[in-house]
């Protein structure tokens, strides 16, 4: 907090009779550049981990897809059905498909007020951004890999019950 915040409570606990806070409470930590480096060094582990979710969900969506429409022709070929049947069961799996967009829209944040009265150097203002904007970007895989995890459930599901 700044120090206007603790000159406010300072303020506050005369007028109520309390003890004074102390200004250690409002001071605002200090980062040095080995924490984040380490914080980033680990962001980018994470984006890899989410980044290798990605591609075997990816994968196993492509495998189950191509056993799906084996298991068509498959049936197909057991099973005779009317041209009205099958126009009406390519409706429903038509409405009943999922679309997921491959990449996410990141939203960024503005800031409404600067670093006045924080202290920090631009560099680790900087900083502060790039790490915010990793993390939003860790965010958006770890959604994705939630999305891709339902959709191959439901196939899985889907499938079995044939």
Do not use: W
Not at 12 to 36: I, M, Q, V, W
Not at 56 to 77: A, M
Request: neutral net charge; charged residues 35%; proline residues 2%.
């Amino acid at each position: 907090m700044s120090k206007s915040n603790y000159e406010y409570e300072c303020s506050r606990a005369e007028l109520l009779g309390l003890d004074k806070p102390e200004e250690s409470e409002f001071e605002s930590p200090k980062f040095d550049s080995e924490e984040l480096a380490c914080e980033t060094e680990q962001i980018g582990r994470v984006s890899g981990g989410l980044d290798g979710l990605n591609a075997v969900l990816d994968s196993t969506k492509k495998t189950l897809t191509r056993y799906e429409s084996f298991n068509r022709k498959l049936g197909k070929l057991f099973h005779y059905k009317s041209k009205s049947q099958r126009k009406a069961e390519a409706e429903a799996n038509f409405t009943s498909e999922e679309n997921i967009p491959s990449k996410t829209e990141q939203s960024q944040s503005t800031l409404s007020s600067t670093s006045s009265g924080l202290g920090q150097s631009s560099l680790n203002f900087e900083e502060y951004q790039k790490q915010n904007d990793k993390l939003d970007s860790l965010l958006c895989k770890a959604e994705r890999a939630e999305l891709s995890l339902n959709r191959n459930n439901k196939l899985i599901k889907k499938l079995v019950k044939k």
